[in-house]
């Protein structure tokens, strides 16, 4: 399977008058399009498969932080 690099990244709110950090994942050229920020340290290759139009869908960092949580844990706490 194809592996593509994305970043988590953060766009100016003018509503808000303030950056929001996107629930999405995007690639770099994408970030650059809508004029967003990549934040540092965020690099992270997922499946070709999980992007559409250079993004992910709504909510797919977050539920990548829960995997990527739960694996350098040493996964789901078990019941003793």
Partial sequence: MTKATVYRYKVYDFTADEYVVSTR???RSRI????????PGTKT???DKDLEGGWTAKGFAEGL???QMS???GGPQQRR
């Fill in 32 to 39: 650059k399009h809508i004029r967003g920020e990549i934040i």
């Fill in 45 to 47: 290759e997922i499946d």
């Fill in 25 to 27: 994942l995007a690639t």
């Fill in 71 to 73: 694996r350098t844990r």
């Fill in 65 to 67: 932080a829960v995997i």
